[in-house]
């Protein structure tokens, strides 16, 4: 039996090209789950997670089983592995469509970065074509995993374009751009290739009105205005810089030091910390005339959202360090591992990287010696975990995020330090109101009362209970039916399952 499964869009499977009948739904979802951890044991208890989203009777591990037993009848006994806690489908990669997605992405990005940038681009085009439309639609147990497939996504259609954009195919992709703007209206770096691919294909006006209507929905609906990037671009379209009739240039691998720009996305939207951002201005801001390096720590309960401040004032003031931005997510590694990984984004080529810790650090202190560069270092356990990530140069800035108040590195090492703590009230309710965005009863409005006395101005605990709100509003049709009981606390600054976002 050659099994294939096709879960880019309705969970299809089929047998020698014939496709097998699995109408019940708690078997689908148990096969997804499956398929989207293949030849990983997939655990009793998660599966009953991804049928029953959390309101599982007491006999589910039995039907469970029971489902399993279909499943290997139309299957093959062989398919589907009893392994503890759970099981296990065997089954090559090539034989499902998101791995082969994962696959021809991967081989495109290599391409891209050795110059084939057409090659690149047939190679996603390839990827992209095997979606079939959105997967997974009622299975509300895998919604995670069906936002981390979507926004794969998305991410390989942005590099797509923009690398057709650099091949003088603006024509071609405008059409395209439309569409996704019109799908993804708060992803700016769409917005920005719509903005170039008009503006090169002599639709100057139209340019010009695409990053009007970006500004005005932001600040209609987050209240934001458009990004540097967005911004710097916009200027540039006003003043009809030539570069921008230009592809950029292709910078093969080997070809010397880039850039780096590894912060993570911010969490949105985003309400007050009016002061702590003041803070954060005033111990950061670049001194041309008296330049001494400077960090600032930011310290408070998890959940409070010291990740999201960060990244907040990191992104708005992006323009203070034009040679870069380093990040890392200090949780469970080392120092000299993310030295290895900053080095290595700096442009030093990993075989140069040297193994003698105090050399490396040296080395590290050297190419950051002369640099106007940030670095973010989220969810530090200690003090030693700071000292041998701080840059050589003196107008390198340092952000630190910590439970702890890390006294050492502010008394050591002259760090500024800012304790960050629950949101006032008002800025809670505010923030649980955009979350919610449903139209108001009364008892909704009760319901989003509640939760913001519950939440105790935890952002976190704010962002969770609203997204229980909206979840029970699709399922339920009626927002007010089952008002949250947000968490009073929260184990990280942000842990949507899957990939950490800081709140």
Not at 15 to 25: H, S
Not at 121 to 143: M, T
Not at 398 to 408: A, K, Q, R
Request: proline share 7%; hydrophobic share 45%.
């Amino acid at each position: 039996m050659a099994l294939e499964f096709h879960v880019l869009g309705p969970l299809r499977v089929f047998d020698d090209g014939e496709e097998l009948q699995i109408c019940a739904n708690r078997e689908l979802a148990i096969l997804a789950s499956l398929v989207l951890n293949a030849n990983r044991v997939v655990s009793v208890d998660r599966l009953i997670e991804t049928v029953w989203a959390g309101s599982a009777p007491q006999s589910a591990g039995r039907q469970i089983a029971i489902c399993v037993s279909r499943l290997r009848r139309t299957l093959g006994a062989a398919a589907i592995e009893t392994s503890s806690p759970g099981y296990l489908l065997r089954v090559s990669a090539e034989d499902i469509d998101w791995l082969r997605f994962g696959a021809l992405v991967a081989r495109a990005r290599g391409q891209a970065a050795g110059g084939a940038r057409e090659d690149a681009v047939l190679l996603l085009r390839e990827a992209l074509a095997l979606w079939r439309g959105n997967p997974f639609e009622d299975i509300r147990g895998l919604r995670y995993d069906v936002a981390r497939m979507e926004e794969s996504r998305l991410e390989a259609l942005e590099a797509c374009l923009e690398l057709e954009i650099d091949l003088g195919h603006h024509h071609r992709v405008i059409p395209e751009l439309l569409a996704l703007v019109a799908e993804c209206p708060f992803r700016e770096r769409v917005r920005a290739q719509l903005m170039l691919a008009q503006y090169r294909a002599g639709r100057r006006a139209e340019a010009l009105r695409t990053y009007q209507e970006t500004r005005r929905y932001l600040l209609e609906q987050i209240g934001l205005e458009p990004g540097p990037a967005l911004r710097r671009l916009h200027d540039q379209v006003l003043r009809d810089e030539s570069g921008l009739m230009r592809p950029a240039a292709h910078r093969p691998s080997g070809a010397g030091p880039v850039v780096p720009s590894q912060l993570p996305p911010q969490v949105l939207p985003y309400v007050g910390r009016a002061g702590e951002l003041a803070a954060l201005d005033a111990a950061l801001r670049p001194e041309p005339d008296v330049a001494v390096p400077g960090t600032m720590v930011l310290s408070g309960p998890r959940g409070v959202g010291k990740s999201a401040l960060a990244l907040r004032w990191a992104h708005a003031r992006i323009d203070w360090f034009p040679d870069g931005q380093l990040y890392a997510d200090m949780r469970g590694v080392s120092a000299g591992a993310v030295v290895d990984r900053f080095l290595r984004a700096l442009g030093v080529p990993a075989q140069d990287i040297p193994l003698d810790p105090a050399e490396k650090l040296a080395l590290y202190r050297s190419c950051t010696a002369r640099r106007r560069l940030l670095v973010v270092l989220d969810d530090v356990k200690d003090s030693a975990q700071v000292l041998p990530l701080l840059p050589g140069g003196a107008n390198c800035r340092v952000i630190v995020t910590s439970v702890d108040p890390l006294d050492d590195l502010v008394a050591r090492q002259g760090a500024h330090r800012e304790f960050v703590r629950p949101l006032p009230a008002e800025a809670a309710r505010e923030l649980a109101d955009m979350l919610v965005g449903a139209p108001y009863t009364p008892t909704v409005a009760q319901a989003v009362t509640d939760l913001v006395a519950t939440s105790s101005g935890n952002p976190l605990s704010v962002r969770l209970g609203a997204a229980q709100m909206r979840t029970r509003a699709r399922h339920h049709h009626d927002l007010a039916r089952m008002a949250p009981n947000a968490p009073a606390s929260a184990s990280c600054d942000a842990a949507p399952p899957g990939e950490r976002q800081p709140t």
